[in-house]
């Protein structure tokens, strides 16, 4: 039966092992995910220089086309001047020929404040794009190297999987189908090491005469608290 025990516990230190594996396996997908949100995050400062650069760009062209719409009203007074018959007539329609002349200028020099704001995001959204270059490239090269840890693991729980298969072969079919049994009611943690006069799971105290049994008997032992499997190694085994 120790011998058993033995094999069982080893069983137990596999799933262990393996549920470790699998949480990884489980945890580095988010954790990519995280990366990746964080990474493209970063993206938008570009995005919204780059839409500055279009409303600057829409705003010129408005411009420009409220300069089309002066000159066109200017052409319009100069033909009504042929026209004219008195010197105040004539005088009315050259003060608002100058007045609008003095808009064009205004309007101008709004389309050059536009250019040089133009250029400057331009030249900002160049900074922003090499920054994140060496942003993206830093996320990436974390990303790259989780992938290649999840790959490991992957391969690793399959080849823990395996040996789990052979360590099942070992045991005996009757403790076997006890451990099942309580590997579902006890959430996968079977078997209690105890290493002291404590259940190694639920720490709680076990009674003398339980610790003298499980030195002594060859009799399966449960913790009266827990309900699981106790194990304790004999000095000779422990030293080993």
Known sequence: ?????????????????????????QEIPLKIKELENERDSRSDMIEK?????????????????????IRDKIGKYKEQMKKVTTNKEFQGFSSEI??????????????????????EIMNGIRDAENEFRKIADAYNQQIKDMLANL???????????????????????????????????????????????FCGVCNIKIRPQILSELVLSDDLMICESCGRILFKKIAAEAEA
């Open 1 to 25: 039966m120790k011998e058993g025990l033995d094999i069982l516990y080893t069983l137990q230190l596999k799933d262990d092992q393996l549920r470790e594996i699998e949480a990884v396996i």
């Open 49 to 69: 220089a780059k839409k500055k650069l279009q409303n600057n760009s829409e705003e010129r062209k408005k411009l420009e086309r409220e300069i089309v719409a």
């Open 98 to 119: 100058k007045f609008e002349e003095a808009n064009i200028v205004g309007v101008e020099e709004k389309i050059i404040e536009k250019m040089i704001e133009s250029d």
């Open 151 to 197: 790959d490991y693991h992957k391969n690793k729980l399959a080849e823990e999987a395996r040996n789990k298969k052979d360590l099942r072969a070992k045991a005996d079919p009757k403790l076997l189908k006890v451990y099942d049994n309580l590997f579902v009611k006890k959430a996968g943690k079977v078997v209690s090491c105890v290493q002291t006069d």
